[in-house]
């Protein structure tokens, strides 16, 4: 028939994604829904499955009573290198296991300062930062583990913190201000929208009246404060659960999802095989001893450009500080001899950018990359400045608080540099509303005094 073939249920295995705050369920309710997934599967198959635990957060300490109760086998990885994390999938699969990852934001901030890490060691610059280009590879790495999860075959629950998504907007006086419009799992941007089944997880703290008195006993004692945990079904592919909302949440209430599944049966992912690679070019042209020559004559020129190739004790000194700061070195044979090629261009291309004040020739600024969680239009500000622009329009405290809390997911993101901008502009905020309120109360006591008069 060629390309196409007869539609049918393809999907055997549990895709689920679990978001939320600290403390609102996300790694107890995984287990929870492990437990009734492992002994629904026994029902359809007559094999009860093991369940294996990634642990980032020593969570698996706390419920492991709960699959010896249930009689289901756990084993238990702590860990945070996302290395592990592929490797888990491809033993999970292996072993037909059921794999809860807890938490994918820890294996995402792990990739990420291992490639801060593995850049400032290459070019012994302890300031270095990821480029575009850098943070393009970083998400192909990530990718790889998307793709496990999407076509592996073994059910796999993967629970992440909350972060929030914003959106811009304009108000009556023209003013752009940023509102909060929902919350995805906090790691690499497009995996929050693989899960078929995603749930966002909340933990709502409630104080209950006093005792009334009853049989003889006496009213009295502090109010009871209750915490109620909460899950809201944000997307099912199945179109069964989609807005439902459960209170104490577990395995039940998602099976119309799971019930859907072809468990037991063949399971096919997407097609990694077929592919667009014969359309491009699949070898580069040999780096050779004239193109490293071109380079550091490259080098030569833009320092003289800028008056540094001088042997004056100023220009030296400059000199030496701009070949340390981008090049990790000084020594001239280092630079023309040692460093890779390709870390040489990056290097040149840094000290481009900060004599120059724009991009080199081997790396042209990219367009900015579409963001599919936060809509953005012409000339509308980035996260940040939104982000920024709401510190400053909080009222009062709490509110400014909130605003922070809601958004740290989203800040631990962000590069040293631009957490250093956030973090100016909520202290920024926090005086200005502590003045505020200092210059309040001054006038409420004036107020009183001119009354009292």
Not at 52 to 75: H, K, M, N, R
Not at 91 to 117: G, P, R, Y
Not at 362 to 377: C, H, L
């Amino acid at each position: 028939m060629g390309l196409f073939k007869k539609a049918s249920m393809q999907t055997a295995y549990l895709k689920m994604g679990i978001h939320g705050g600290p403390g609102s369920g996300k790694s107890m309710t995984a287990c929870l829904i492990a437990i009734g997934l492992a002994q629904h599967v026994k029902a359809k198959t007559g094999v009860l499955p093991p369940v294996f635990y990634l642990d980032t957060e020593t969570g698996s300490d706390w419920t492991q009573d709960l699959f010896e109760e249930a009689g289901i086998d756990l084993d238990v990885a702590k860990t945070r290198a996302f290395i592990n994390l592929k490797s888990a999938v491809t033993e999970a699969q292996k072993e037909q296991a059921i794999l809860i990852a807890d938490s994918a934001t820890h294996f995402w901030q792990e990739l990420t300062k291992a490639a801060v890490d593995s850049k400032r060691k290459r070019l012994r610059n302890d300031y270095a930062k990821l480029s575009i280009e850098d943070i393009g590879e970083l998400k192909s790495k990530w990718a790889e583990f998307t793709e496990l999860y999407i076509n592996s075959k073994c059910h796999i629950i993967a629970c992440g913190r909350a972060g929030s998504t914003f959106e811009m907007y304009e108000d009556e006086e023209g003013r752009k201000q940023m509102l909060e419009v929902g919350t995805r799992m906090a790691a690499e941007k497009t995996f929050a929208y693989e899960p078929s089944l995603v749930v966002e997880m909340f933990s709502d703290q409630m104080k209950m009246s006093r005792p009334k008195a009853k049989d003889g006993v006496k009213a009295g004692g502090k109010p009871q404060k209750v915490v109620q945990i909460r899950a809201v079904v944000l997307k099912d592919r199945g179109r069964t659960l989609n807005g439902a909302e459960f209170a104490s949440p577990v395995f039940k209430d998602f099976l119309p999802h799971i019930a859907k599944l072809n468990i037991g049966g063949e399971h096919v992912g997407v097609d990694q095989e077929a592919g667009s690679n014969a359309l491009f070019p699949q070898s580069r042209p040999a780096i050779t001893k004239h193109d490293r020559k071109i380079i550091v004559e490259e080098i030569a020129a833009l320092l003289d450009k800028h008056d540094l190739s001088g042997t004056g004790k100023e220009a030296k000194a400059q000199r030496h500080a701009l070949m340390q700061k981008h090049f990790g070195t000084v020594a001239k044979t280092e630079i023309e001899e040692k460093i890779p090629t390709d870390d040489l261009r990056r290097a040149y291309d840094a000290l481009h950018r900060e004599l120059e004040g724009a991009a080199s020739r081997y790396f042209p600024d990219a367009p900015e990359e579409i963001d599919d969680a936060i809509p953005e239009f012409g000339g509308a500000p980035s996260g940040l400045e939104i982000l920024i622009g709401k510190y400053a329009a909080a009222t009062d405290i709490p509110a400014l608080n909130e605003t922070q809390a809601h958004a740290q997911a989203y800040l631990n993101d962000l590069s040293e540099g631009d957490r250093e901008k956030a973090s100016a502009a909520y202290s920024e905020a926090v005086k200005r509303l502590i003045k505020t309120m200092s210059g309040a109360a001054v006038t409420q006591d004036n107020d009183e005094e001119g009354a009292a008069a």
